[in-house]
Nanobody, 119 residues
Framework: QVQLVESGGGLVQPGGSLRLSCVCSGSIFSSYDMGWYRQAPGKQRELVATFSRGGSTNYADSVKGRFTVSGDIALNTVYLQMNSLKPEDTAVYYC?????????????WGQGTQVTVSS
């Protein structure tokens, strides 16, 4: 069983920065692709950024150039550095771990951390 615990959310003014952390139980980076998702009130959960087992990254167009995803294998932690935050970035941010082997798949979620961008 994989456990993910997010932290680092909060209230920030437009243009500000936050860094989210996702601490993973065990050493899962070699087996799982990691991702950050977000869900704003009344909207569907959407992908923000991914950090693959091989270390490659991908971003939603809405956050490219502003957000950076990274991982620290020694600390079993994935980070999401968010700069130049906008009010539309306000959402609950979730950490995700995905693994697919043949016809089997595993997906785990953290409990989420609230990010509010407001003046």
């Amino acid at each position: 069983q994989v456990q993910l615990v997010e932290s680092g959310g909060g209230l920030v003014q437009p243009g500000g920065s936050l860094r989210l952390s996702c601490v993973c139980s065990g050493s899962i980076f070699s087996s799982y692709d990691m991702g950050w998702y977000r869900q704003a009130p009344g909207k569907q959960r959407e992908l923000v950024a991914t950090f693959s087992r091989g270390g490659s990254t991908n971003y939603a167009d809405s956050v490219k150039g502003r957000f950076t995803v990274s991982g620290d294998i020694a600390l079993n932690t994935v980070y999401l550095q968010m700069n130049s935050l906008k009010p539309e970035d306000t959402a609950v941010y979730y950490c995700n771990a995905d693994r697919k082997v043949g016809g089997s798949s595993w997906r785990y979620w953290g409990q989420g951390t609230q990010v509010t961008v407001s003046s």
